[in-house]
């Protein structure tokens, strides 16, 4: 069975396998083992309660329950750029027009912004290939949701996510190359690292002051500004699929897209029931059910049979056991 269960400091080995197999531009999961240990150090102090709520970042495993393998990962950030900027540029359209020639035209232009300062944000969704299929993604997708709604209140009322921007087959990063390389003389890798290790003080000091012309720029840059790099085309599916849509922010390295939604619209969030656990030697129902335990420091999530019936789920033994609870505890069902 896969279950979703908090990440802590014994998984640095499942957390770095999963970063190596990620690739370039996956700022949340870094090839830095100091890094993802100090990581998952706050993932264990976050789940546990450890941290005020706006300093949490939990992160969620993707477990075999029967080999203990670790197929991949997700997280939610209570609250981004409280103690970092968040930055990204903001497409805006502008409008010019001269009536004495009878012109007009419309342009379209990046400026650095940091609006989205205390929303939370979901990410680090990554699975290894062969679990993308099978319905695991959604389930590691849709854990992150049930998380929030577990206590919703330790949440911003704004959710985000950001997308991973295009690179080509041999690792280039086309509006890196062509326009935030001029900004950052550095290698993409070295200012994916320092925007996750650093208090981002180097984006400040270096990122353009003034706007940037779309249409001034070299078309292999315009061509990727707000495109998804293909492995991400599938979370952003899912994403669509939870409510979420393009905010007219892109990221300022490879320009890919984020995405919103008020947290209360989150369609997991908002249909998820809370419901008390029943245990039956054979549960009936025609489909899977996601269901989570109800609180955080004990989250865990599976996708397995439940049968509803008024304010009682009634579940198997196997699904008790894998989210560890007993009849008569809480749990949260979305059929």
């Not at 908090?6 to 370039?24: K, N, Q, T, V």
């Not at 998380?147 to 950001?162: C, N, R, Y």
């Not at 609870?325 to 069902?333: H, Y």
Request: proline share 6%; glycine share 8%.
């Amino acid at each position: 069975m896969l279950v979703v269960r908090p990440a802590g400091p014994a998984d640095l080995d499942h957390l770095l396998e999963l970063a190596i197999l990620s690739g370039p531009g996956f700022t949340s999961l870094p090839e830095d083992p100091d890094q993802l240990i100090e990581r998952l150090e706050l993932s264990r102090d976050s789940f546990t309660g450890k941290l005020e709520p706006e300093q949490r970042w939990y992160t969620l495993m993707l477990e075999e329950s029967d080999t203990g393998d670790v197929d991949g990962v997700g997280s939610v950030k209570a609250a981004v750029g409280l103690n970092r900027p968040f930055f990204s540029f903001r497409l805006v359209n502008n409008t010019q027009s001269s009536p004495s020639v009878d012109v007009k035209l419309d342009h379209q232009t990046l400026v650095l912004v940091n609006e989205c300062t205390g929303w939370s944000e979901v990410g680090s969704l990554f699975l290894k290939a062969d679990r993308r299929k099978g319905g695991a993604g959604r389930l590691l997708s849709q854990s992150r949701y049930m998380l929030i709604g577990a206590q919703p209140d330790l949440f911003s009322d704004s959710v985000l996510a950001e997308l991973r921007g295009v690179f080509t087959p041999d690792g280039a990063c086309p509006f890196w190359d062509h326009v935030a390389h001029k900004f950052f003389p550095m290698e993409f890798d070295d200012a994916d690292r320092m925007t996750g290790s650093t208090d981002k003080q180097f984006i400040l000091d270096l990122a353009p002051r003034h706007p940037i012309y779309v249409e001034l720029l070299p078309e292999p840059a315009r061509a990727v500004i707000g495109k998804v790099h293909p492995q991400g085309v599938p979370a952003m599916a899912l994403l669509e699929s939870e409510g979420f849509r393009p905010n007219g922010l892109v990221d300022i390295f490879d320009a890919g897209p984020t995405v919103s939604c008020q947290r209360d619209n989150i369609r997991t969030v908002r249909d998820a029931r809370r419901l008390t656990v029943a245990i039956a030697d054979e549960v009936e129902a025609e489909l899977p059910a996601l269901i989570s335990t109800d609180s955080i420091a004990a989250f865990r999530a599976v996708r397995q049979k439940a049968a509803v019936e008024g304010e009682t789920a009634l579940l198997s033994k196997e699904t008790a056991d894998a989210l560890k609870v007993r009849a008569g505890d809480a749990v949260r069902v979305k059929t």
